[in-house]
């Protein structure tokens, strides 16, 4: 047996009557007036307090955004001067160096010896002065070539593992262990058979 489909009846409309309020007698319409003449100033007080209350909102956001173009402002500029003076203490340590290489080459009668004798310490008070910026030597004589920090300029056949430094050319260095200049290096490659 077949089912027959179900269908919704629509709701029955609901009509509302509006309510008529009675007929105001003389004391009630006297209380309306009155009621409606006591909510008018509390509008009015509200509305100036309102108005008050936007101008107190509105002086403390102006207050409030011009203390922030000043901090503003005033970061930009300290960030000018770290720019700026960034190297003030590096070189204030390099000046030493700079007075020792001046006061070797004044000398008359110096000696080879003398002379030799200032260029390593010339040669401290800069190593000094690297040291004191986080200025770091990178010497990777017989390490495994790493070509983050080398550059291989050749490779020759050499005895022992292949891809080592067998040879520094020039020195790398770091500045705060971030490679500034990487090493120029000759590395080990297998021999030939």
Same mark, same amino acid.
């Given at each position: 047996?077949?089912?027959?489909?179900?269908?919704? /009846?629509?709701? $029955? /409309?609901?009509?509302?009557? =509006? @309510?008529?309020?009675? !007929? =105001?007698?003389? @004391?009630?319409?006297? /209380?309306?007036? &009155?009621?409606?003449a006591?909510?008018?100033?509390?509008?009015?007080?509200?509305?100036? %307090? #309102?108005?008050?209350?936007? &101008?107190q909102?509105?002086?403390?956001?102006?207050? !409030?955004? +011009?203390e922030t173009?000043?901090?503003?402002?005033? !970061?930009?500029?300290d960030?000018a001067? $770290?720019?700026?003076?960034?190297a003030?203490?590096?070189? %204030? &340590?390099?000046?030493?160096?700079?007075d020792?290489?001046?006061? $070797?080459?004044?000398?008359?009668? +110096?000696t080879?010896?003398?002379?030799?004798?200032?260029?390593?310490?010339?040669l401290?008070?800069?190593?000094?002065a690297?040291?004191?910026?986080?200025? +770091?030597?990178e010497? *990777?004589d017989?390490k495994?070539?790493d070509?983050?920090?080398?550059?291989?300029?050749?490779?020759?056949? #050499?005895?022992g593992? =292949?891809?080592?430094?067998?040879?520094v050319?020039?020195?790398g260095?770091?500045?705060?262990?971030?490679?500034i200049? *990487? +090493?120029?290096?000759?590395? &080990?490659?297998?021999?030939? #058979?």
């Amino acid at each position: 047996m077949q089912e027959k489909p179900q269908t919704e /009846e629509a709701p $029955a /409309e609901l009509t509302v009557q =509006p @309510e008529v309020p009675p !007929a =105001p007698d003389a @004391e009630t319409a006297v /209380e309306q007036v &009155s009621t409606s003449a006591d909510v008018m100033p509390s509008l009015e007080e509200a509305l100036r %307090q #309102a108005e008050l209350q936007a &101008s107190q909102n509105h002086d403390a956001w102006l207050r !409030a955004k +011009a203390e922030t173009d000043n901090v503003r402002r005033r !970061a930009q500029e300290d960030i000018a001067k $770290a720019a700026k003076f960034a190297a003030e203490k590096f070189a %204030q &340590s390099m000046l030493p160096v700079k007075d020792s290489l001046e006061a $070797a080459l004044a000398t008359e009668n +110096a000696t080879l010896e003398t002379l030799r004798q200032g260029v390593e310490l010339t040669l401290k008070q800069l190593v000094s002065a690297f040291n004191g910026a986080g200025l +770091a030597e990178e010497s *990777p004589d017989g390490k495994k070539f790493d070509p983050n920090r080398h550059q291989a300029i050749s490779a020759v056949e #050499a005895e022992g593992e =292949p891809n080592t430094v067998v040879k520094v050319l020039q020195k790398g260095y770091l500045l705060n262990d971030r490679m500034i200049r *990487p +090493a120029l290096v000759v590395v &080990s490659k297998a021999k030939s #058979a």
